[in-house]
């Protein structure tokens, strides 16, 4: 198991988010919860290798 960030909002009657790696790709829900399993689906579906051309976000150390 291992911890993921992610961002997330409600905007009327969704739950809209993403997970902070991937701030291109977002995904909705009903409730909180359908939102999480929706990004647990899309995280799958991103590292699947299947989805072309991903932009990700990375930290770097700078002196």
């Given at each position: 198991?291992?911890?993921v ?5 409600q905007?009327?009657e969704?739950?809209l988010?993403?997970?902070n ?8 829900g ?8 929706n990004?647990?689906?899309l995280?799958v ?11 990700k976000?990375?930290?770097?150390a700078?002196?």
């Amino acid at each position: 198991m291992r911890n993921v960030k992610y961002t997330f909002w409600q905007d009327a009657e969704f739950f809209l988010g993403y997970l902070n790696e991937y701030p291109d790709y977002w995904t909705q829900g009903y409730s909180k919860e359908e939102l999480l399993d929706n990004l647990k689906d899309l995280l799958v579906d991103l590292e699947s290798g299947e989805v072309p051309f991903i932009r990700k976000v990375e930290e770097m150390a700078v002196a």
